[in-house]
């Protein structure tokens, strides 16, 4: 695939592919992983540009609430963190929340998580780094002492499902 993002734009300037096709949206996806990681491509505000594109694009070929955007959405508030815009990062964080609430539900701990950040929103990307290795400890105990996903969503279904008959 292409290696940077002039490769990319030169593909679209001689319309091999349209920006929505699913090679673009992977390379392009690709590139803001790396240009995440890059110090001088996060402080231009290149590597959210990246992302800003990808989500653009996956407004156009997937659902309106689809989990993976969830993701997309948390990186460019975590590239706004580091930029120190925490404004355009707390309007990042609730896109984020409120698609993983639409695909998983209010009860869920994902969505639960994604809440927390909206309504506590990180003042720094460190702060925001701390509430993920939180979560990452939270869901190492709970696979410790043996959680199982599958029970906990069938008793979820189950209480949702009585809570109805009400």
């Given amino acids: 695939g292409p290696e940077d993002l002039e490769e990319v734009e030169e593909i679209l300037e001689h319309d091999v592919f349209h920006e ?3 090679i673009v949206l992977e390379a392009l996806r690709e590139l803001g992983s790396v240009y995440a990681k890059d110090e001088e491509a996060v402080a231009d505000g290149s590597a959210e540009e990246i ?3 990808v989500l653009k694009g996956a407004d156009q070929v997937l659902p309106k609430f ?3 955007k969830a993701i997309w959405w948390d990186n460019v508030a975590q590239l706004r963190l580091s930029r120190k815009n925490q404004a ?3 309007e990042a964080l609730k896109r984020s929340y409120e698609v993983t609430r639409r695909c998983c539900g209010d009860a869920t701990p994902s969505t639960q998580d994604a809440l927390r950040l909206v309504e506590h929103p990180p003042k720094d990307i460190e702060e925001l780094n701390q509430t993920y290795e939180n979560v990452k400890e ?3 105990r709970l696979t ?3 959680f199982d996903s599958l029970q906990y969503f069938q008793s979820l279904w189950a209480s949702s499902q009585s809570a109805g008959r009400q």
Avoid: E, I, V
Wanted: proline fraction near 6%; aromatic fraction near 6%; glycine fraction near 12%.
């Fill in 144 to 146: 410790r002492r043996g």
């Fill in 66 to 68: 689809h989990p993976t």
């Fill in 138 to 140: 939270q869901a190492a």
């Fill in 20 to 22: 929505t096709h699913h």
């Fill in 88 to 90: 355009g990062a707390q």
């Fill in 51 to 53: 992302w800003l594109r």
